[in-house]
């Protein structure tokens, strides 16, 4: 293997890491990177992760100085915006084509997906999030459309940096009870063919979701330190 394939695959390890870390916010929004403990950390040189970090600053996940120091991206309420928008009008699309492609192996994958959810609220927490996602891709790989599965699944990595936040909020057990019963209600519309119905109610979801209260509350917080800034 040449060294340019070694640090290629070193530089995918990276990616990965280093993505994860970001998207779960065990590096901070805002945090410096300390690229050579990070290496120590990753057992390689600093040549492929400095390869993950210029691919990660492409998709504006890091953002890099004229030092070249690297920090974790903060959040803002329009990147958020924007990336409900998406949403809000993928997933009622993928929605729709899985009731009308689902196959009997698409419902047995949504009917487990479903029985495993949690309320997606601080006390179940990373738990609720694993399972929550894992239901919205089965219902997104039903809709048979590959290229709406790979844009759906960056949009979520996106979203979950913000998801997490919204857990940070105020609990309020009524809309995540109402959020967890709309998916059974999802898996209903899909089984029965009801395309219609399931495009509908998925965008009354994504528009009562999660990032929806997180928007809300990222633009609170940042009218609130223009007044005082």
Sequence with gaps: ?????????????AYAELRGRILSGALRPGSRLEQNELAGDLGMSLTPLR????????EGLIRLDAHRDARVAGMSAAEA???????LSLDPTAAMYAAQRRTADDLSALRAAVARLLPVTREWGEEALTVHRAFHRALYVASHNAT??????DIWDKTDRYRRAGLELPPGNEPRTRDHQEHHRLVDLVAAGDDTGARELMQTHIERSLLASAIEALEQRERAGTATG
């Design 1 to 13: 293997m040449s060294s340019a394939n070694v640090f290629s695959s070193k530089g995918e390890v």
């Design 51 to 58: 390869e993950a970090i210029r691919r990660l600053s492409s």
């Design 81 to 87: 915006r924007q990336l409900f928008e998406v949403r």
């Design 148 to 153: 709406l599965v790979r844009l759906l699944d």
